[in-house]
């Protein structure tokens, strides 16, 4: 999953400036007599807007049982969970539907939800036997059992949404063995099935409003069995109701209302200026630098954690310039990430030294130097081994996506850095293209050096390895013809890799399985068809008054643990 783009440091003041009247302006357009008094509190908002905020709520929201706000600039292209694989859309399913297996608050330890304990499953690990709650309705009102857990897994297979591989790439069939207990079996043994069966998609939905068929998708509603039920679905505004109905525990609150704002400069003036209780995916590193200093001085809260996002280069291998292992082991040698991390984020990431992030204990920073960080003497030695020189220096385009705001100062840091280590070995032209252009383009070979980001999907290191380094189809001498990195515009082959994801998907013995992730690590900053760059962290800002503001390990935030204070 890719995540959508954020506002730059050098243009959010103007844009801060520009757009805020506007956003007031939309917010606030009543007519007839009510038109002066709205002119009226859009002079005071501006007004207030460029001050600090007190830290107490206002009258009119005191109080433990009102609704509260979230702001974001995350876009909502579909709540359909068979077709949404988007970060925020999959942030809003985790919090109005249920599915077998959830994590523990605060842990990243799997626990029954819609199950009623984990998985049986066969010794030769192809069959999950999953025994099921009794007491669940989804928000029509129909009662849940296995039949409609089996209706919402096919579905998500056979209607053929862009998450539907997750499933439809391991699982042979989804059945009902009787009221309370289902069956799945697999294609072949998965050790990650359990946490893909977390996956914010797999949740339950009714029977009754959806339907099994190709494209059959409703991205406007959502009928589930989770603590919210959809009141309300806008372009730019969605409101949850709380699910009186619900199983488990009741939210604190009686429902959230989501804006999306058009900009990082909109959002931070709504939360600064009090029109929303919460800001939340995504804020830009000035933004968020002022925001959290602010956060020290008491006007509200900052709530920060490991993200599940990383940024990292595909190296084409199909580039004649970049077929040579030395070059490609040259230039991720050569990359200063720690200088990334300061110059361009204000710390507000972390250095990533492989494609596995270090919120996984397997992550083996393979790409890190004995030096800590780049080693420019070494990526001479080999650059001169491949045969370039200062009469004959490498030369290579660098692409990075122009809608992306992070992504032009990252590229031109790292291109004077490559050029100012290098010297006259090698120069690099960047080039930018927007980014829905260049996703269709990818597995076209278009792109010699790209920049991208990457989401798992479920918390499991495989996430991070099969979707980028699995071949299906290939040799070594043509690369790459059909697989994952196809897609990911790299082309990459390697039969030895092949085995080595296979051996993992398989292996049950978590120790066992630790080895083998090494083993793929090590062979990655051989191979190199990709560079790892950075690691976001997540950031949430608050209120003073608003309480139980969490970011899960598994990089949710749980809305019904939000309450207001009421003193």
Not at 153 to 168: C, D, K, T, W, Y
Not at 265 to 288: H, K
Not at 476 to 491: D, L, N
Request: aromatic share 10%.
């Amino acid at each position: 999953m890719r995540e959508k783009p954020l506002l730059t440091p050098s243009n959010f003041l103007t844009h801060l400036v520009l757009a805020s009247p506007n956003y007031l302006v939309q917010r606030w357009r009543w007519r007839g007599a009510r038109f002066y008094l709205s002119l009226f509190c859009c002079c005071l908002l501006l007004i207030a807007g460029c001050q600090p905020r007190t830290s107490g709520p206002s009258p009119s929201t005191t109080g433990a049982d009102t609704r509260l706000a979230i702001g974001t600039t995350g876009k909502v292209r579909t709540l359909d969970p068979a077709d949404a694989l988007e970060l925020f859309s999959g942030n809003l399913l985790y919090n109005m539907g249920d599915r077998l297996y959830a994590y523990q608050s605060g842990s990243t330890e799997l626990a029954p939800q819609l199950a009623t304990e984990l998985p049986k499953i066969s010794d030769d690990g192809l069959i999950y036997t999953i025994p099921l709650r009794t007491d669940v309705v989804f928000h029509d009102g129909t009662a849940f059992d296995a039949e409609a857990m089996a209706f919402s897994l096919n579905r998500f297979i056979q209607n053929g949404g862009q998450p539907a591989f997750l499933l439809s790439d391991v699982v042979e069939s989804v059945a009902a063995k009787s009221a309370t207990e289902l069956e799945i079996k697999l294609k072949k043994p998965f050790a990650a099935f359990t946490d893909l069966l977390a996956f914010s998609g797999l949740v339950a939905v009714s029977p009754k409003a959806y339907e099994i068929g190709p494209g059959k998708f409703k991205p406007s509603e959502f009928v589930g069995t989770g603590p919210y039920k959809l009141a309300n679905y806008g372009s730019d505004s969605i409101r949850l109701d709380r699910f009186d109905e619900y199983w488990g525990d009741k939210p604190a609150n009686p429902g959230i209302d989501i804006q999306s704002f058009t900009s990082s400069a909109n959002l931070f003036n709504a939360f600064r200026t009090g029109s929303v209780d919460i800001a939340y995916q995504s804020l830009n590193p000035e933004q968020i630098d002022l925001l959290a200093k602010a956060a020290d001085q008491g006007d509200w809260q900052a709530i920060t954690g490991p993200g599940s996002n990383i940024t990292y280069v595909s190296l084409n291998l199909r580039d004649e310039t970049l077929q040579k292992p030395e070059v490609r082991q040259a230039l991720a040698m050569t990359i200063d990430r720690r200088l990334i991390q300061e110059r361009v984020f204000n710390g507000q990431v972390d250095p990533l030294y492989s494609l596995v992030p270090n919120i996984f204990d397997v992550s083996k920073p393979v790409f890190q130097s004995a030096s800590g960080n780049s080693d420019t003497a070494k990526a001479k030695e080999l650059l001169k081994k491949a045969g370039y020189t200062g009469d004959k220096p490498l030369e290579v385009e660098f692409w990075y996506r122009s809608n992306v705001p992070s992504d032009g100062p990252a590229a031109t840091t790292i291109k004077a850095f490559i050029e100012q280590e290098l010297g006259d070995l090698a120069k690099v032209e960047l080039k930018s293209i927007e980014s829905a252009t260049a996703y269709n383009n990818l597995d076209k070979g278009t792109y010699p050096m790209f920049m991208l980001d990457w989401s798992g999907d479920y918390y499991d290191p495989d996430t991070y390895i099969h979707p980028f380094l699995d071949c299906s189809e290939g040799s070594v001498e043509e690369g790459c013809k059909e697989g994952a990195t196809v897609g990911q515009g790299s082309f990459y082959f390697s039969e030895k890799m092949n085995q080595l994801i296979d051996q993992q998907r398989q292996e049950q013995d978590s120790s066992k399985r630790q080895k083998i992730f090494e083993e793929i690590q090590d062979l990655l900053v051989q191979d190199v068809p990709f560079i790892p760059l950075w690691q976001r962290k997540e950031y949430a800002f608050a209120r003073p008054d608003i309480e139980g503001v969490r970011l899960e390990p598994t990089q949710a935030m749980p809305f019904a643990s939000l309450s207001r204070s009421a003193t």
